[in-house]
């Protein structure tokens, strides 16, 4: 199973709102409303941020906000703040009973 | 507090076998299920493999499958991941995490795995 397809890297500044894509087939996120997005600061504990495309975990600001389209999932960040500066990954249920990741997007706030 | 550590990481000669160790607290452990994912050196996340609530059913990414096993004790609350036949490429930071919602959502620090002679 091939990873879905995100940029390496986004940025923005202080109180802009940045967006990052992430690409799959139609055996993943195509098929199915089952992305999740990631923050992985390194060294830490990924945390989940997005889960079924849109939905967020209970303590996950509403700056962020997901959404879906055809085969492609995005995740928006809203007035980016110092402390969202971290990689970010996209998931997906994969129709096989896999799960693929994203290759992570570093996002710069600048 | 919700929480999962990892153990059990180190050098591993080409070829060998390693057993990780996920040790689950303050999760409703035998009704959660539980996959591990890895991150390479320089790379991103790759999912490894899932274990379910009653450790009966498991799913393994097609690069560990044959290789790895995924078990649990509910009684101890942990899960294990058995891995054999290391190669180079299982060189990675091997995280356990708790699978809800078709999402992970509650993750441990990692333990790091180096394959080499």
């Known amino acids: 199973q091939s990873a879905l397809t995100q940029p390496p890297s986004a940025s923005g500044s202080p109180g802009q709102s940045v967006t990052i894509s992430c690409t799959g087939t139609s055996s993943d996120i195509g098929a199915y409303n089952y992305v999740s997005w990631y923050q992985h600061h390194p060294g830490k504990a990924p945390k989940l941020m997005i889960f079924?495309?849109?939905k967020r975990p209970s303590g996950v600001p509403d700056r962020f906000s997901g959404s879906k389209s055809g085969n492609t999932a995005s995740l928006t960040v809203s007035g980016l703040q110092a402390e969202d500066e971290a990689d970010y990954y996209c998931?997906?249920?994969?129709?096989?009973?896999?799960?693929?990741f994203g290759g992570g997007t570093k996002l710069t706030v600048l | 507090q919700e929480q999962l550590v990892e153990s059990g990481g180190g050098v591993v000669q080409p070829g060998g076998s390693l057993r990780l160790s996920c040790a689950a607290s303050g999760i409703a452990f035998s009704r959660s299920a539980f996959d591990w994912v890895r991150q390479a050196p320089g790379k991103g996340l790759e999912w490894v493999g899932f274990v379910s609530e009653n450790g009966l059913v498991t799913w393994y990414a097609d690069s560990v499958k044959g290789r790895f096993s995924i078990s649990r004790d509910n009684t101890k609350n942990t899960v294990d991941l058995q891995m054999s036949s290391v190669r180079a490429e299982d060189t990675a930071v091997y995280y356990c995490?708790?699978?809800?919602?078709?999402?992970?959502?509650?993750w441990g620090q990692g333990t790091t795995v180096i394959v080499s002679s």
């Open positions: 995490a708790r699978g809800t919602n078709y999402a992970f959502d509650i």
């Open positions: 079924e495309v849109m």
């Open positions: 998931s997906s249920f994969v129709v096989n009973k896999n799960w693929v």
